[in-house]
């Protein structure tokens, strides 16, 4: 497992723009595929985005259209979510996930995970 640590939220207007950071410790971050996961108090975790060891392949919940875009540095050790055109309905804790294998928008598939970053966005 890797340990993972979220910043970037906060508080923003509705149609304004965040970007989410996770930094994973340890050196292997580039053989972790990674996503993004939001939760809201009385529901379930649900899938954002992911993205495969290289970066070269995302897959997006469809809800995102087009709005948000996941990006990776590996060389940072950095896993990126930006955030636009944001609607109240965006607001949730966000978390990021690591997996050992590719199967982006399940809970089940990641291994492990980060504790957080709230985004609130206002009307």
């Known amino acids: 497992q890797v340990q993972l640590v979220e910043s970037g939220g906060g508080l923003v207007q509705a149609g304004g723009s965040l970007r989410l950071s996770c930094a994973p410790s340890?050196?292997?971050?580039?053989?972790?595929?990674m996503g993004w996961f939001r939760q809201t108090p009385g529901k379930e975790r649900e899938f954002v985005a992911a993205?495969?060891?290289?970066?070269?392949?995302?897959y997006y919940a469809k809800f995102v259209k087009g709005r948000f875009t996941i990006s990776r540095d590996n060389a940072k050790n950095t896993l990126y979510l930006q955030m636009n055109s944001l609607k109240p309905e965006d607001t949730a804790v966000y978390y990021c996930a690591a997996s050992q294998r590719w199967d982006p928008d399940s809970m089940t598939g990641y291994d492990s995970w980060g504790q957080g970053t709230q985004v609130t966005v206002s009307s």
């Open positions: 993205i495969t060891w290289s970066g070269g392949g995302t």
């Open positions: 340890g050196r292997t971050f580039s053989t972790y595929a």
